[in-house]
Nanobody, 115 residues
């Protein structure tokens, strides 16, 4: 079972950048498609970006051109580079398998975009 540990969140001003990391325990990481999801207070969890085992990527319309997902199979890690951050990007960010997330969710990492 995939067990993710997310990190890299924090408080940043609008227009700033953050890089999130997710280390995944479990077997055969390189064969898994992974996604970054986020959940803001009062909202449901939504997919932000995904990267397939072959390297192709998918982005939510709201983050296209600003966010970039990547992976390092040697480190069992998936990254989310977030640029030009907006207040509406504030949320807890999680990683999980894509397109069907596992039942187990990590603790996530909080991203707050505010001046």
């Amino acid at each position: 079972q995939v067990q993710p540990v997310e990190s890299g969140g924090g408080l940043v001003q609008p227009g700033g950048s953050l890089r999130l990391s997710c280390v995944v325990s479990g077997s055969f990481f390189r064969l898994k498609s992974m996604g970054w999801y986020r959940q803001a207070p009062g909202d449901g969890r939504e997919l932000v970006a995904a990267i397939r085992s072959g390297g192709s990527t998918t982005y939510a319309d709201s983050v296209k051109g600003r966010f970039s997902i990547s992976r390092d199979n040697g480190k069992n890690t998936v990254y989310l580079q977030m640029n030009s951050l907006k207040p509406e990007d504030s949320a807890v960010y999680y990683c999980n398998t894509f397109p069907s997330p596992n039942d187990y969710w990590g603790q996530g990492t909080q991203v707050t975009v505010s001046s």
